[in-house]
């Protein structure tokens, strides 16, 4: 099994959309949407994604959630996400286990590394990350383009009629 243990402002500061989004004062929206894109990338590669996020940045008592099947961790305060990114590393290592951390931190990159994980840099994984949701996308296509969508040719009127019904609407 592979673990993704990923450095959530470090995404948030490397990678464009995300860094937009922060600059405009909407960190929310950045977070949500690395998570987003996260989620994808777990459900195509299987992997399972850790995303960790500083306190300093969201103050209070540490929180851990499962959002789109992503585990989710704020630190606690006074707790830096490369700490607890190296705690998580170490524990989380077995013989059945890669665990690779994303973050562009070199010195956190050569830690982790030292301790047995892999690392990636927030580039590589924007570029793993682009890479799935052309995959995604193209799959799609062909999904939709080998189905067939009637047995027998509909107008398009029709169609829509038998979509409100599917739908259950009037």
């Keep these: 099994m592979n673990i993704l243990i990923v450095d959530g402002y470090n995404m948030i500061g490397a990678w464009p959309a995300l860094r937009r989004l922060k600059e405009e004062g909407d960190l929310a929206a950045a977070r949500d949407l690395l998570i987003a894109k996260l989620a994808d990338y777990k459900g195509f590669t299987g992997d399972h994604v850790v995303i960790v996020f500083d306190a300093h940045l969201v103050q209070g008592n540490e929180k851990k959630y499962k959002h789109y099947d992503i585990d989710v961790i704020f630190t606690k305060e006074h707790e830096t996400a490369d700490e607890r990114i190296e705690r998580l590393a170490k524990t989380l290592m077995n013989a059945r286990t890669k665990v690779y951390v994303a973050t562009s931190d070199y010195t956190e990159q ?53 979509e409100k019904w599917r739908r259950g609407q009037k």
């Design 110 to 162: 050569w830690t982790v590394f030292s301790q047995g994980a892999l690392r990636k840099s927030a580039r590589e994984l924007l570029y793993e990350v682009e890479s799935v949701e052309r995959d995604i996308s193209k799959k799609l296509s062909d999904i939709k383009q080998h189905t067939p969508t009637s047995k027998m040719p509909l107008s398009d009127q029709v169609a829509e009629i038998f």
